[in-house]
């Protein structure tokens, strides 16, 4: 299984962005697809995840109300919609799968089987 990560970039304070992540090889269509970010000198950490048939997306408090998660219609693409970015949210973003069409612990990482390589949002003031 690969995972694609691609969309991150550098935008001004308030701006947005739009994160993709495709899945190929061996895969499971209605898995749970997750966003983490992780930045210079923090623990990884979760934003959102979907869940397999895109019914039901969580979010971290932080990110409620100005980021979106959805799935494509193959459900082996995930996006992440970002609006009105703050410099806090300057990270390396990840995506992750697991073949689960849902659980419970959706935000923790160890739950995922299967990382992107992640892409690089910058927010600057």
């Known amino acids: 299984v690969q995972l694609q990560a691609s969309g991150g970039g550098l935008v001004q304070a308030g701006g947005s962005l739009r994160l993709s992540c495709a899945a190929s090889?061996?895969?499971?269509?209605?898995?749970?697809m997750g966003w983490f970010r992780q930045a210079p000198g923090k623990e990884r950490e979760f934003v959102a995840a979907?869940?397999?048939?895109?019914?039901?997306?969580y979010y971290a408090d932080f990110v409620k109300g100005r980021f979106t998660i959805s799935r494509g219609d193959a459900k082996k693409t995930v996006y992440l919609q970002m609006n009105s970015l703050k410099p806090e949210d300057t990270a390396v973003y990840y995506c992750?799968?697991?073949?689960?069409?849902?659980?419970?612990?959706?935000?923790?990482?160890?739950?995922?089987?299967?990382w992107g390589q992640g892409t690089q949002v910058t927010v600057s003031s």
């Open positions: 992750a799968l697991d073949f689960r069409s849902y659980f419970s612990t959706y935000y923790a990482a160890r739950e995922y089987d299967y």
């Open positions: 090889g061996r895969t499971f269509s209605r898995g749970v």
């Open positions: 979907i869940s397999g048939s895109g019914g039901s997306a």
